[in-house]
């Protein structure tokens, strides 16, 4: 930085000199003209000095604002390189067409192209990965406290972030809550991966950012534990169809 104020002193200097050229020019021209001493006179000399001095503070500052920039560049595909996190957002909605009579929730992934279907979602080994899941949805009746439980996420907590309008209900934003669980009454749905022990609670209304890390490669299942359910006990319909309310998980 001190160099760069240094070498803008230097241009500004030179560029006033330089645009009184033309009449100390002509000025020496007429002297060495009347004179029959040696032409290089101090004048010349000075004329000489600005003229190098201009062209090196060119050369340093195009060869700085190069260095720069190429620099800026590198940091910033440094820092990309070495986050290395693995990004992915999730959507709960309430209301998606399951029939022509019915509308059911659903899990969907929100992906470069809007919402995609979350039948199969691949996920990274050996990488941090923040999970992003955004519900607009309402609390259910009937879930526990234990479902409401968090587990398998990095530090056993999800970020809570209270203000996502729901369909019916308008919540004041209140952000910044690190939980390790949330009561029944306030759960909507689950995102649960028994067979990895994860569960992440899904408040109606709200936003969770989990993160998680998986240790093994594989294809294992996701649901939601509450209140679909799953299996002889578990709701029938959207609640038990794959990129609804249950699906795979691909890790690789």
């Not at 500052?61 to 290395?84: D, E, F, R």
């Not at 996920?123 to 519900?135: D, G, K, N, V, Y």
């Not at 609640?239 to 699906?247: D, I, N, Q, R, V």
Request: net charge neutral.
């Amino acid at each position: 930085m001190e160099l760069r104020r240094i070498i803008n002193s230097v241009r500004k200097t030179c560029t006033r000199r330089l645009s009184l050229l033309p009449s100390h020019y002509h000025a020496e021209l007429r002297a060495m003209q009347s004179s029959k001493t040696n032409p290089v006179s101090l004048r010349g000399l000075e004329l000489i000095i600005i003229i190098l001095t201009a062209g090196l503070v060119g050369v340093l500052s195009i060869y700085i604002g190069a260095h720069s920039a190429t620099a800026s560049v590198a940091n910033t595909t440094t820092s990309a390189q070495q986050s290395g996190l693995f990004r992915i957002t999730l959507m709960e909605i309430m209301d998606t067409g399951w029939n022509s009579t019915m509308a059911q929730p659903q899990f969907s992934i929100f992906g470069p192209k809007g919402l995609e279907p979350a039948a199969n979602i691949s996920l990274p080994a050996h990488t941090l990965i923040q999970l992003t899941i955004i519900s607009y949805d309402t609390p259910t009746a009937g879930s526990t406290d234990q479902e409401g439980k968090v587990a398998g996420t990095v530090g056993g907590t999800i970020y809570l972030i209270n203000g996502t309008t729901a369909m019916g209900m308008n919540v004041p934003a209140s952000w910044g809550q690190n939980v390790t669980s949330v009561p029944g009454n306030m759960l909507a749905h689950t995102f649960t991966i028994q067979q990895l022990g994860i569960n992440i609670p899904v408040v109606g209304g709200d936003t969770e950012i989990a993160y998680i890390e998986f240790n093994q490669t594989g294809t294992f299942q996701w649901i939601c534990l509450t209140p679909c359910g799953f299996g002889p006990t578990g709701m029938e319909g959207a609640m038990s169809a794959p990129g609804w309310m249950e699906g795979q998980v691909t890790v690789y």
